[in-house]
């Protein structure tokens, strides 16, 4: 099919698939990354933004009427349009009162749009090219779509990363000694509002900068004066009381049975770590945190305090992120330093306060994203070929329409194995569907909560960019293999791949290292094995779609697809808040058996895939 204007393919298939690449990542990983940055809890994290699958797993509704309105054309530059401008209104909105409930609607707009987009993108493909063109340029399609994965969840969460780390004000360095030579006896700050008012630039003062505390002290007092920290720090509105947590207060009064259902899985299958269960005995200290000005009129300073370097013994416990607001800067606010009942030797860490503008940084980023977007459109509508058979089916009625419409679907469900199919889509990745919503929340959380404790930045070099490299490098390698051996031959190594590589979460919620190297490794080996399992889902999704209706079949496959993603996905923070990272990523590896299971019963002809997979690659991003 020769396009009416001579346009190189490298012109504008780069562009286009990186275009479709980035509103998923968006989508499905940033918006997670954000809203752990912006305080909002594991549970509805997971359960909101998995229902943003919803429109990839709904698109064979409407995918026909793309074909009735309109041009393959019009649709990428409109749908491009409607990304960009949705990717605006997130960036005017992070900043809002309510910004978790109209993000989320305007993501959902993103997801539809992005959606609709995949359908235009994937047709107006193999409108504008030959078949020879189709399998020269299936690679590159496939490669600038994984860029755009690494752009979205590495480049765009470091500049997060960054934004956050050099804006708001000078950051607090917190000392911390520990040693048996230093008083047991807990000295508590002064409730008193106190500071140097020559300063006349914003700033925090800590107080004491340096805190001495002893190795040993009563575990009751331990208790009391964590509990203290965390009413003045409640009452003074620095932080939330509990119960504010919408996951907790949405239908109090029907939560019998819930509730009984959430503490029998808590009690039975939880995690009893230490710290969570205030069983320790070490000894604690506390520090006095007050800021000179007050902020400005409905604006908020946000004091987030990590552990910077030094022993892991010596940990947060309450205090760890404040928020200064233009009611309660004049009060001061606390942070409580506890030691491991273990330290007998004289230690010490450094914790370092940070008060970056985490709303400012991220509208930054996307509006970084949605200017590109608006820019990539402007560019595709100038670009793109114009081939003659990308027309609207004018001549075609609604009637008629939906009558070719039921069609497909019936004899989707008339091919044999076909339930057994069914299955092997919505249960083969059902370990990472759960595992992917919270990696980037188990990275994020400070290690007295079982994560790994990584900044932002760090998550998007980790995560972002080494995982990406993993999950490219083990895609290209499945796919080499396959078009040697074939489907069958490799759906077993394949399936054991996806699964036994799991188990370096389990690990790092274990030992939860500090070596960036070893977390990086263990990230890599686990989106490598994802990436190297990945090849056999798709080539059975192709294999099941092939015959009649194929183009069809194959948008029903990808449905059931994102279905097996987003159902799981959507329990998954409130499971791991009940049982813990590390009991979680026992459950992860315990649902590794359903993907073995399913691969037990379908059936695939032993020569797909050996010679074929090239040509059948190009219905595939």
């Known amino acids: 099919m020769n396009p009416q204007k001579k346009t190189s393919p490298w012109a504008w298939i780069p562009t286009l698939y990186f275009a479709q690449g980035l509103p998923y990542v968006a989508v499905m990983t940033i918006s997670v990354i954000m809203y752990k940055r912006l305080g909002i809890s594991n549970t509805d994290i997971a359960l909101y933004t998995s ?83 189709q399998a020269m340029y299936v690679g590159i399609r496939s490669t600038f779509y994984r860029v755009a994965t690494i752009a979205g969840q590495g480049l765009l969460v470091i500049l997060a990363g960054l934004l956050e780390s050099n804006t708001g004000l000078t950051p607090l360095n917190l000392e911390i000694k520990a040693g048996p030579e230093y008083a047991n006896e807990i000295v508590l700050p002064s409730t008193d509002y106190i500071i140097d008012a020559n300063n006349e630039e914003m700033h925090f003062v800590a107080s004491p900068s340096t805190l001495e505390i002893g190795t040993t002290a009563d575990p009751h007092a331990v208790d009391s004066i964590n509990a203290w920290v965390k009413c003045q720090n409640i009452t003074n509105g620095f932080v939330l009381a509990e119960a504010k947590n919408p996951s907790q207060t949405k239908d109090e009064n029907s939560s019998g049975i819930g509730e009984k259902i959430n503490t029998f899985i808590k009690e039975t299958f939880g995690e009893k770590r230490e710290r969570t269960e205030h069983k320790l005995t070490g000894n604690i200290g506390v520090i006095k945190v007050c800021l000179s000005q007050k902020p400005g009129k409905g604006e908020k300073v946000v004091l987030n305090t990590v552990h910077k370097n030094g022993d892991q013994s010596i940990y947060l416990t309450q205090g760890d992120r404040l928020e200064f607001t ?3 800067w004049d009060k001061p606010a606390y942070i409580a330093v506890q030691i491991d009942p273990k330290l007998k030797e004289a230690s010490n860490a450094s914790f370092e306060s940070t008060s970056g503008n985490i709303s400012l940084a991220w509208s930054i980023t996307f509006f970084v994203l949605a200017g590109f977007f608006i820019a990539i459109c402007l560019y595709h509508k100038y670009i793109l070929p114009k081939p003659k058979s990308d027309k609207a089916v004018c001549e075609a009625t609604a009637s008629n329409i939906f009558k070719e419409f039921f069609a497909t679907f019936v004899t989707f469900f008339q091919k044999k194995q ?14 990472e569907a759960q595992l992917v919503k919270l990696i980037n929340p188990f990275l994020l959380d400070p290690k007295e909560l079982g994560g790994l404790g990584l900044t932002t930045g760090q998550v ?45 979460f389990v690990y790092l919620s274990y030992y939860q290292p500090d070596s960036l190297f070893v977390i990086n490794l263990c990230v890599f080996i686990e989106q490598f094995g994802y990436g190297f399992g990945f090849t ?20 029903i496959c990808t449905a059931f697809m994102a279905l097996g993603m987003m159902l799981p996905g959507m329990a998954a923070g409130w499971l791991q808040e ?8 026992y459950w992860v590896m315990i649902c590794c058996a359903a993907t073995i299971a399913v691969c037990a019963f379908i059936k695939i002809d032993p020569n797909y895939g050996k010679k074929e997979t090239e040509e059948k690659e190009t219905e595939t991003k």
């Open 418 to 431: 076909v339930w057994v199919a069914v299955l092997f889509m919505l249960l083969y990745r059902l370990p």
């Open 326 to 328: 233009e009611e309660n």
């Open 460 to 504: 998007g070099l980790v995560y972002g960019t080494i995982g990406i490299l993993g999950l490219t490098i083990g895609g290209i390698i499945g796919g080499i293999v396959a078009a040697k051996g074939g489907l069958k031959k490799w759906l077993w190594p394949m399936a054991w791949s996806i699964s036994l590589t799991c188990a370096t």
């Open 578 to 585: 009940l049982i813990g990272y590390k009991h979680f990523f």
């Open 51 to 133: 229902w943003l699958y919803l429109p990839w797993v709904i698109k064979p509704f409407w995918s026909p009427f793309i074909d009735l309105l309109k041009t393959k054309r019009w649709w990428v530059v409109t749908m491009q349009m409607l990304v960009g401008a949705g990717l605006a209104g997130i960036a005017f909105t992070i900043p809002a009162p309510h910004f978790f409930q109209i993000t989320l609607a305007i993501f959902w707009l993103v997801a539809f749009s992005s959606a609709t987009h995949d359908i235009a993108a994937d047709g107006f493909y193999m409108l504008a090219l030959d078949t020879h063109d």
């Open 536 to 555: 056999a889902y798709m080539l059975y999704l192709i294999y099941f779609s092939d015959g009649e209706h194929k183009t069809a079949h194959y948008a």
